[in-house]
Structure formats: structure tokens, C-alpha cells
């Protein structure tokens, strides 16, 4: 039976490619993105497109009225952002809070926003992309300041919502989706969007509320905290 996702950054990369093989599949498709008017890939799917800015909690707060008693079982929060920030050198207040708003901030109030559609949905799943590189246990390079820590963030985010929303039979994780080739992971990544997310919702269709908080590489396993 096919399920209604709302997927969050989907004019390109990973969340286009959600979008795509969603829409090929028949399940129903909200794609977000920035600007629906210049969305372009995307407008040639079968599929919804919402105005959705990410960096703009006003913006992320009038998805509530949008989408006004209309049932959501997925949420894919998808929208992400990379950093340049390498060394401590490079760390400015400006960057980390940039980075932490739309990485950690946006998920959880895009969640808090689609609460009210998703409590109305059948599966009331909550999708975060999160990255190998949150894993606090696995962290023995360092680097990508702003990037790790986002993301960290966002997993433990992720847990506390799950703790709060599992009662209500809800299932929050966070994913790994790999190094992908897109303008944030760079042309060296070995593995290409279509694959990426082949996995991913191979893993997001076998989920169940035993598998609510935990941290999932694209492929299943669980990553350590």
C-alpha cells in the first residue's frame, strides 16, 4: 500500500533521488524545496512540491497550516549543509551557527511542525539523515568541525525524540546514507545517489517500532554512538 512521505531538501542529490524513486514506486510525494518555481529536475516527477527554507524557522513553522489535516507517514528530514571548517582555525560563531541550524535546528522544528500530520499518518516514521562522521566512538581524525558536530547533535536530538514520541507509537532514527556523490560529498564519493537511497528505503521500508533511537548505516547495521 503505497505512503505519503514529505521529503525536505529534494531539488537535488539524495533528497531528488528520494523523490524519484519514491514517485516511480506510487507512493505519494511531498518534495520541499526553497524555491518551487525554479525546483527543476523535480517538476518533472509525479509528485507535490512545497516552499520550504530550511535556514528560516517562520518558513519551517507555516508547514503546520500547509499541511492542515493531511496525513504524513514518513517524514524524510533530508536538507543538510556542508562546512569548510577543517581545523579549529577555521571555526567562526557565524559557520558553527549556520551549520547547526540548518544540520540540528531545522529537523527537529520541521518535525515539531509535521507532528500534528504525522500523528494522523499510519506508519509515523521520522526519517533524520545524519552522517558515520556524528559517531563520537568512530571520531579518530577529526576535522569537519561544524559538519561532525551538526550532526552529532542531530542523533541526540533524534534520541530524545524518540524517548518523548515512542509511547504514541512513533519511530525516530537516524541514517547513514554513505559518502555520495553529490555537491556535498564531491566527485571522489564511491557511491552515487540512485544506490544510495535504494538502500536507505530498503531500510526505512523494513522499519518498526523496535528500531525506534537507533543510528542505522545505509545498509542496516547499527553505528555506535
Excluded at 507535490?48 to 492542515?68: F, K, M, R
Excluded at 516514521?125 to 551538526?150: D, E, F, K
Excluded at 557511491?191 to 545505509?218: E, M, Q, Y
Aim: charged share 20%.
Amino acid at each position: 500500500m503505497p505512503s505519503t512521505f514529505l521529503v525536505t531538501g529534494a531539488t537535488r542529490g539524495i533528497g531528488l533521488e528520494f523523490a524519484r524513486q519514491l514517485s516511480q514506486r506510487g507512493d505519494d510525494v511531498l518534495a520541499t524545496a526553497r524555491d518551487p518555481k525554479n525546483a527543476g529536475e523535480l517538476t518533472s516527477f509525479r509528485l507535490s512540491i512545497g516552499g520550504l527554507d530550511v535556514s528560516d524557522p517562520i518558513s519551517i513553522e507555516g508547514l503546520t497550516e500547509a499541511l492542515a489535516g493531511r496525513p504524513i507517514d514518513v517524514l524524510i528530514n533530508n536538507a543538510g549543509v556542508g562546512s569548510p571548517t577543517k581545523s579549529i582555525n577555521d571555526c567562526t560563531a557565524d559557520e558553527l551557527q549556520r551549520v547547526f541550524m540548518i544540520n540540528s535546528v531545522a529537523p527537529m522544528l520541521v518535525a515539531k511542525a509535521v507532528l500534528p500530520s504525522l500523528r494522523l499518518g499510519s506508519r509515523k516514521l521520522i526519517v533524520n539523515i545524519s552522517s558515520q562522521l556524528a559517531s563520537i566512538t568512530n571520531n579518530t581524525g577529526g576535522s569537519s568541525y561544524a559538519y561532525r558536530a551538526s550532526k552529532t547533535a542531530l542523533n541526540q536530538l533524534n534520541k530524545s525524540l524518540a524517548n518523548e514520541l515512542g509511547p504514541e507509537g512513533f519511530t525516530c532514527v537516524v541514517v547513514h546514507p554513505g559518502w555520495v556523490r553529490t555537491d556535498m560529498g564531491g566527485a571522489n564519493a564511491p557511491i552515487v545517489p540512485a544506490d544510495s537511497v535504494k538502500l536507505l528505503l530498503k531500510l526505512i521500508d523494513a522499519l518498526t517500532p523496535a528500531d525506534n533511537g537507533k543510528f542505522f548505516n545505509n545498509d542496516g547495521t547499527v553505528l555506535p554512538w
